[in-house]
Every structure is written in structure tokens, then in C-alpha cells.
């Protein structure tokens, strides 16, 4: 099963890397505890649509680039983990 707050939390911390930040940074710059940002990072903790948007800000991310990735992740994951479909003799 794939779960959103998993594919969310990876897509944040790998552009905070790739922006060569640390998590003790981007929690100051959102105004968001630094243990919460690691639990959000991990996929431990579900981000309000608030808390993500000051993610977003303190990373100089638009929230919608950061949905459309995870949208995008989640599409491939769920075409690569789909379940075949089985028929039944006369039916289909």
C-alpha cells in the first residue's frame, strides 16, 4: 500500500538536500519544530496543508511542484504495484 505521507516526507527531504540544507534550517525558516520536520521527512507525521505550505515557503518550493512530483511518484507506484486482474471463465 502506498502511503501518502511517506512519498510527501521523501519528496520534501530530498529537495531540502539537494538544496544542501540541514533540518535545523528549514524548521527555522517554517516556523515548525525541528523534531516535527524530521517526523514529517520520515512519513511519521501527516502535514496540514498549513505546515506544508511553510515547508514549501522556507524551501522557495511552490506547493503545487511538490504535489505534482508526489502525484507523479504515486501514479508510477500504483501502475507498478497493480494487482492483475483475474477473469473468471464467462466473465470478464
Known amino acids: 500500500?502506498?502511503?501518502?505521507?511517506?512519498?510527501?516526507?521523501?519528496e520534501l527531504r530530498r529537495r531540502r538536500?539537494?538544496?544542501?540544507?540541514?533540518?535545523?534550517d528549514v524548521s527555522g525558516a517554517a516556523a515548525v519544530s525541528l523534531?516535527?520536520?524530521?517526523?514529517?521527512?520520515?512519513g511519521q507525521k501527516e502535514a496540514?496543508?498549513?505546515l506544508l505550505a511553510a515547508i514549501c515557503g522556507a524551501l522557495d518550493v511552490?506547493?503545487?511542484d511538490v504535489l505534482a512530483?508526489?502525484?507523479?511518484?504515486v501514479a508510477q507506484a500504483e501502475t507498478t504495484?497493480?494487482?492483475?486482474?483475474?477473469?473468471?471463465?464467462?466473465?470478464?
Open 69 to 73: 512530483s508526489v502525484s507523479s511518484q
Open 35 to 42: 523534531g516535527y520536520l524530521s517526523e514529517v521527512e520520515r
Open 17 to 24: 538536500k539537494d538544496q544542501g540544507r540541514t533540518l535545523r
Open 48 to 50: 496540514s496543508s498549513e
Open 81 to 92: 504495484h497493480r494487482r492483475p486482474v483475474l477473469s473468471v471463465a464467462g466473465l470478464s
Open 1 to 10: 500500500m502506498i502511503v501518502l505521507r511517506h512519498v510527501i516526507g521523501d
Open 62 to 64: 511552490s506547493q503545487s
